[in-house]
């Protein structure tokens, strides 16, 4: 069995659009369950994996910067509780994914990519 991908972190301030249609639900140790439930409107406050996404993940920094993540991973992790940081993490599989959806890899090899795509903002 195996999962991979990455964990990028950014400095904030920065913006997250996201939207996607399921997250994961968690048990009380945060990790997930196997259910899946409608994905949150807000990404406020999230500490969570989810799925369905119906556009690739846009962070937006107040000088105009923007970075935009494209994965062929279906699974994203994203945390933006603390203050100073938050995370967009495209895998191939939810956390704890060696229990919860196992992918067996051999004899072909598992692999991910992902593109991250920076635009600078336009001078005016």
């Known amino acids: ?17 996201l939207d996607a249609t399921s997250l994961w639900r968690r048990d009380e140790s945060g990790i997930p369950t196997g259910e899946l439930v409608a994905a949150p409107t807000s990404t406020e406050a999230l500490d969570d994996c989810l ?24 699974q994203w992790v994203v945390f933006t509780e603390p203050e100073h940081a938050l995370c967009v993490e495209p895998q191939t599989g939810p956390p704890d994914a060696l229990n919860l959806a196992p992918r067996v890899v051999g004899p072909e090899p598992l692999v991910a990519t992902a593109n991250f795509r920076w635009g600078a903002p336009v001078p005016t």
């Open 51 to 74: 799925t369905g996404l119906r556009q690739p993940p846009r962070l937006r920094w107040p000088d105009g910067v923007e970075l935009e993540v494209r994965s062929s991973c279906e």
């Open 1 to 17: 069995p195996a999962s991979c991908g990455w964990h990028p972190w950014f400095r904030r301030p920065v913006a997250l659009d």
